[in-house]
T-cell receptor, first 116, second 110 residues
Framework: AQKVTQAQTEISVVEKEDVTLDCVYETRDTTYYLFWYKQPPSGELVFLIRRNSFDEQNEISGRYSWNFQKSTSSFNFTITASQVVDSAVYFCALSFPSGGSYIPTFGRGTSLIVHP | KAGVTQTPRYLIKTRGQQVTLSCSPISGHRSVSWYQQTPGQGLQFLFEYFSETQRNKGNFPGRFSGRQFSNSRSEMNVSTLELGDSALYLC?????????FGPGTRLTVT
């Protein structure tokens, strides 16, 4: 069975602070995919990044960076110099190939509140 | 490319009624999935359609059904609505590994 744990329910920071959102996953599959999605108040989940299990390279995209560590089954997300527009619920997800499907299992989400 | 669109965006129904939600995927995407999001249960997978066939189904009662048309557009239907069906219903389409979500339909059952 697959499981994604986002232990932080809510994080509150002041603008320009750095913040890390934690994600720990469980799977017995050797081939799997990890994702981060952002859900602003409007409700739409916005895809941020995908990582496959064979690629442990960290990634940086502007103020966003992701740290994937198979040894600890973690895929953490850091926002540098946070801004008010970063306020949203962030979801980590895990999927594996199954007959052409890649149905993700989502964590419960971390609500990030950035205060001006 | 236009994103995933869902109609209607908001819906209020009475217990016992039925409802149909519509989803238009990103052009070229043949896989469409539906999710229910509630504060208590989080994001739960309902079903996935690919080329007009249901490929996967989540753990929901038979009151929840769906279909996909030849143009990949999809509809989901909930019959005999219950108060607990109040939720944000999200549709997602996929061409590769990641899913792209629509804005959702917020259903309120009174």
């Amino acid at each position: 069975a697959q499981k994604v744990t986002q232990a932080q329910t809510e994080i509150s920071v002041v603008e320009k602070e750095d913040v890390t959102l934690d994600c720990v996953y469980e799977t017995r599959d050797t081939t799997y995919y990890l994702f981060w999605y952002k859900q602003p108040p409007s409700g739409e989940l916005v895809f941020l990044i995908r990582r496959n299990s064979f690629d442990e390279q960290n990634e940086i995209s502007g103020r966003y960076s992701w740290n994937f560590q198979k040894s600890t089954s973690s895929f953490n997300f850091t926002i540098t110099a946070s801004q008010v527009v970063d306020s949203a619920v962030y979801f980590c997800a895990l999927s594996f190939p199954s007959g052409g499907s890649y149905i993700p299992t989502f964590g419960r989400g971390t609500s990030l509140i950035v205060h001006p | 490319k236009a994103g995933v669109t869902q109609t209607p965006r908001y819906l209020i129904k009475t217990r016992g009624q039925q409802v149909t939600l519509s989803c238009s995927p990103i052009s070229g995407h043949r896989s469409v999935s539906w999710y229910q999001q509630t504060p208590g249960q989080g994001l739960q997978f309902l079903f996935e359609y690919f080329s007009e066939t249901q490929r996967n189904k989540g753990n929901f009662p038979g009151r929840f059904s769906g279909r996909q048309f030849s143009n990949s557009r999809s509809e989901m239907n909930v019959s005999t609505l219950e108060l607990g069906d109040s939720a944000l219903y999200l549709c997602a389409s996929r061409a590769s590994y990641e899913q792209y979500f629509g804005p959702g339909t917020r259903l309120t059952v009174t």
